[in-house]
């Protein structure tokens, strides 16, 4: 019996996930990496899609967050409803996930064991995050 998906779905997925083992994911890293990118593409198709509104529902949508903005501060505060740049949108996010992805990667392959996350630990004595030596590398919003 075929899978319940659509036609492009395999075929999609055999060059997404073969493009990153070859950049180096395994296992766990393989497959958070996999669906961590699928889901940027196509949560952002579907935003996109789902949310465009006309000058008028944007600038009543503005006012109403300014008019609750004890309830929304950070959304009235930075023009939420003024952002309408899906494609700029798109591509930043996506350079800060392969960003973090290319981090995951280190000197060797991410298999999403111990070594899955850069982030900083937290110091359990002082509750203050605790630095950790991370070595520098080359972004691609650097490398630009």
């Known amino acids: 019996m075929p899978p319940t998906i659509g036609p492009n779905f395999l075929p999609w997925m055999e060059i997404l996930q073969s493009t990153l083992t070859r950049a180096g994911f395994a296992g766990a890293g393989l497959s958070a990496a996999t669906w961590a990118l699928y889901h940027h593409?196509?949560?952002?198709?579907?935003?996109e899609t789902a949310l465009r509104i006309s000058d008028e529902e944007r600038r009543l949508g503005q006012q109403a967050l300014q008019a609750d903005r004890e309830r929304y501060p950070t959304l009235a505060a930075n023009g939420y409803l003024h952002e309408d740049d899906w494609t700029?949108?798109?591509?930043?996010?996506?350079?800060?996930?392969?960003?973090?992805?290319?981090?995951?990667?280190?000197?060797?392959?991410?298999?999403?064991?111990?070594?899955h996350t850069r982030r900083k630990a937290d110091d359990r004595s002082t509750g203050q995050p605790e630095?950790?030596?991370?070595?520098?590398?080359?972004?691609?919003?650097t490398r630009a």
């Open 131 to 141: 630095e950790t030596e991370q070595p520098e590398r080359k972004t691609s919003a």
């Open 88 to 115: 700029g949108s798109f591509t930043t996010g996506l350079a800060y996930l392969l960003d973090g992805l290319e981090a995951q990667l280190g000197d060797g392959p991410a298999t999403g064991g111990a070594r």
């Open 41 to 47: 593409v196509m949560g952002s198709a579907s935003s």
